[in-house]
């Protein structure tokens, strides 16, 4: 925990642009430090457009990865394209995508360091080499690392931009009725369990489209695609609606009905435009084999489960 007394200088100035020069925070990380309450003012929660008064206590507690030794390990990985400048995987569930504390190493930024050697991108800091987009620990599915900053900046601008189509399979309990819709409510973090994302009016844009794949009576099978990127956005956004994704333990009451490991979310592909070439790409992945299984079962199952 680090705390700040304020200068008489900086009354009235923004709390970020405050704290970006009286500590070694940038000031990118001090704005994310303050969307996930973890910059208080007078022990009380503030905006990134709060304005500093005079007696104000600023207490800053920083959870970037400390003392993590960054190595290359030889893990498999599914790889779906490579060149010089990108590499695309396959991420399995349960692999965490860059280390951090709690999860020092065996991560995909371990993985791909082995096969990458020194190629990756370093615009993502010393513990996210090459990495442009994330997903959760167990979702599975297309992800795109950069060998390069100019690929790694080309990628961000597609991102940022939504000019990266990203899509997914989602499996979820509940009987969708709605062919297809367009889920738009504010992500940010849960004011009842900080390890957890939640809709709040505080939160930031979020726009999630899905239409219906099939129907297995009290499951459904769904083709989602982001516009946005937020943290646990798909799982967040259906569970509000009321459809749980099936292996969620998080959002789902805790509720693994299949007994999986892992949840049934799969980024299925992505189509962007090469970073370096220009031109259009789209790269798929496969179905995990325990998703597959679980869409096989509900199959055999189906006609007896719809309504």
Avoid at 69 to 78: D, F, G, H, M, T
Avoid at 82 to 87: A, G, N, R, S, V
Avoid at 95 to 101: E, G, Q, S
Avoid at 223 to 246: A, C, D, M, N, S
Wanted: proline share 4%; glycine share 8%; net charge neutral.
């Amino acid at each position: 925990m680090e705390v700040i007394y304020i200068k008489d200088n900086a009354i009235g100035e923004r709390i970020d642009s405050y704290l970006a020069k009286d500590t070694e925070h940038s000031r990118a990380n001090i704005q994310r430090l303050i969307e996930e309450e973890k910059i208080l003012v007078n022990n009380s929660k503030v905006k990134v457009s709060y304005k500093i008064q005079q007696g104000d206590e600023i207490k800053i507690q920083d959870d970037q990865p400390k003392e993590i030794s960054l190595k290359a390990q030889e893990i498999p990985l599914e790889i779906l394209y490579e060149d010089k400048d990108i590499i695309v995987v396959n991420k399995a569930k349960g692999m965490v995508v860059h280390p951090a504390n709690g999860n020092p190493d065996g991560t995909l930024v371990n993985a791909v360091m082995s096969i990458c050697k020194d190629s990756l991108s370093g615009i993502g800091g010393e513990i996210r080499p090459g990495i442009v987009h994330r997903l959760d620990k167990d979702t599975s599915g297309v992800i795109v690392i950069a060998k390069n900053d100019k690929a790694h900046i080309n990628m961000s601008e597609q991102i940022k931009n939504h000019e990266v189509e990203k899509t997914y399979i989602a499996l979820v309990r509940g009987f969708v009725k709605e062919s297809e819709a367009t889920i738009n409510m504010p992500i940010g973090r849960s004011t009842k369990d900080r390890k957890k994302m939640a809709v709040t009016k505080e939160g930031k844009s979020a726009i999630t489209h899905f239409k219906v794949i099939e129907r297995f009576g009290n499951y459904t099978l769904l083709e989602v695609k982001i516009e946005t990127g937020r943290t646990h956005q798909i799982r967040v956004h259906l569970t509000e609606i009321g459809y749980p994704i099936v292996g969620d333990t998080v959002y789902s009451n805790g509720k693994n009905e299949w007994n999986i490991q892992g949840q049934c979310l799969h980024a299925k592909s992505l189509k962007f435009k090469h970073p370096i070439t220009g031109k259009e790409m789209f790269i798929e992945a496969p179905l995990p084999e325990y998703f597959e299984n679980v869409i096989s079962k509900l199959g055999t199952r189906g006609r007896s489960l719809n309504p």
